[in-house]
């Protein structure tokens, strides 16, 4: 099982971009990352995906080194609706077991 | 339907009785999960389904909780007994299975008490 660790929490201003890394030093060799956002009173929403180097969609960047013990998520010239807790997942297949606590963004005006 | 639904989208009850907690997974997908969230916590396992297959159960933290599904389409999560340590939201998710990404229901707020 591939344990993963993120800051509690981050604070950032309107307008900048955010980097959130998430350390997962176990990761098997079949195990992809994914990240999750999280409002108040909302489930967990499905951010990025990736399995190594760097995959962007439209809502963000997801950075993974060659040696894949950690991987950044890259919000761009974030705004106050992107205060949320993101989560890292990292899993091999359809199963899954615990998320872990997340990093709560704060952003400020 | 669009999205993953859960019902009742809140629920008060007191201590000792049971209650049953229901989500519809997205229509298609084969595997659905079962999770709690306490306030202020992260996602905390509970049960997963994939196709016909036996269920992963090890996430139930007592034998008070059950899950089943009919197939691939609704499932219930079961608590007896309710306790006030099970007050929570109890998020349900589904995904096409292998490694894609899951969605999520909106949750069910527990109180119990």
């Known amino acids: 099982l591939a344990k993963t660790t993120q800051p509690i929490s981050m604070d950032s201003y309107e307008g900048q971009e955010v980097n959130i890394t998430c350390s997962h030093n176990?990761?098997?060799?079949?195990?992809?990352i994914t990240w999750y956002q999280q409002f108040p009173s909302q489930g967990p929403r499905f951010i990025i995906q990736?399995?190594?180097t760097k995959v962007t969609n439209e809502v963000a960047s997801l950075f993974i080194p060659a040696d894949r013990k950690s991987s950044t998520l890259s919000l761009p010239r974030v705004s106050l609706s992107d205060t949320a807790v993101y989560y890292c997942?990292?899993?091999?297949?359809?199963?899954?077991?615990?998320f872990g606590s997340g990093t709560q963004l704060t952003v400020l005006p | 339907g669009a999205g993953v639904s859960q019902s009742p989208s809140n629920k008060v009850t007191e201590k000792g009785k049971d209650v049953e907690l229901r989500c519809d997974p997205i229509?298609?997908?084969?595997?659905l999960y079962w999770y709690r969230q306490r306030l202020g916590q992260g996602l905390e396992f509970l049960i997963y389904?994939?196709?016909?297959?036996?269920?992963?159960k090890s996430g139930l933290p007592s034998d008070r909780f059950s899950a089943e599904r009919t197939g691939e389409s609704v499932s219930t999560l079961t608590i007896q007994r309710t306790q006030q340590e099970d007050s929570a939201v109890y998020l349900c998710?589904?995904?096409?299975?292998?490694?894609?990404?899951?969605?999520f229901g909106s949750g069910t707020r527990l109180t119990v008490v």
């Open positions: 176990n990761i098997a060799t079949n195990d992809y």
């Open positions: 998710a589904s995904s096409l299975g292998g490694s894609g990404g899951y969605t």
């Open positions: 990736g399995y190594k």
């Open positions: 389904f994939q196709g016909n297959s036996a269920p992963d």
């Open positions: 997942l990292v899993r091999s297949s359809a199963r899954q077991l615990t």
């Open positions: 229509s298609g997908h084969t595997a």
